[in-house]
């Protein structure tokens, strides 16, 4: 069963930069495909975006100008960029393991509120 | 962008009872390969979102046989055939024909 820990920013402020990152443990890392979902009373759950071992990306086109989701295959990584951030992006962030644009084994998520 | 709508919002069962929850999407999601890509997750009370079937009516690993899906085109199921304690959660559906879209939830709660 794969284990999936997320840290990162927890807090900032409008017009900053969101990051966070979500290690693999306990499962293979290659094959695979490596997403963000977040999820918040207003909007729900909402696809953010996925990356493969070979740094293959999808987007949400929604959020496409203002992430980046990159991958760091010697330690097991992905991590999340969301830049301008505002309101609006207050959610608990989810990383997750599947198959393209599909996620189907999801961390525990990380709440992130932007606020001033 | 593919909306999907679910209802009811909130559906009350008795245990042992059924329960059916519905799915419709703004547009057809068979895809050009011939294959529905349309998901079931269950989200229990401080969980994680679980997916239970994929592509319509083929469900995970591990899923009870109590779970089936149904549909096709647009208009979609989610039937438990006898409900437990343990089925109390919010039911969410997506599709990833098209970029993935989640549908607002069903919530399902013991009379």
């Known amino acids: 069963q794969v284990q999936l820990q997320q840290w990162g920013t927890g807090l900032l402020k409008p017009s900053e930069t969101l990051s966070l990152t979500c290690a693999v443990y306990s499962g293979s890392f290659s094959g695979h495909y490596w997403s963000w979902i977040r999820q918040s009373p207003e909007t729900g759950l909402e696809w953010i975006g996925d990356?493969?071992?070979?740094?293959?990306?999808n987007y949400n086109p929604s959020l496409k100008s203002r992430v980046t989701i990159s991958v760091d295959t010697s330690k097991n990584q992905f991590s999340l960029r969301l830049t301008s951030a505002t309101a609006a992006d207050t959610a608990l962030y989810y990383c997750?393991?599947?198959?393209?644009?599909?996620?189907?084994?999801w961390g525990q998520g990380l709440p992130v509120t932007v606020s001033s | 962008e593919v909306v999907m709508t679910q209802s009811p919002f909130s559906l009350p069962v008795t245990l042992g009872q059924p329960a059916s929850m519905s799915c419709n999407s703004s547009q057809s999601l068979i895809h050009s390969d011939g294959n529905t890509y349309l998901n079931w997750f269950q989200q229990r009370p401080g969980q994680s979102p679980r997916r239970l079937i994929h592509r319509v009516s083929h469900r995970d690993s591990g899923v009870p046989d109590r779970f089936s899906g149904s549909g096709s085109d647009t208009d979609f199921t989610l039937k438990i055939s006898r409900v437990e304690a343990g089925d109390v959660a919010v039911y969410y559906c997506?599709?990833?024909?098209?970029?993935?879209?989640f549908g607002g939830g069903t919530k399902v709660e013991i009379k």
């Open positions: 990356i493969n071992d070979s740094g293959d990306t």
């Open positions: 997750a393991r599947g198959f393209p644009m599909v996620p189907i084994d």
């Open positions: 997506m599709q990833n024909t098209y970029w993935p879209t």
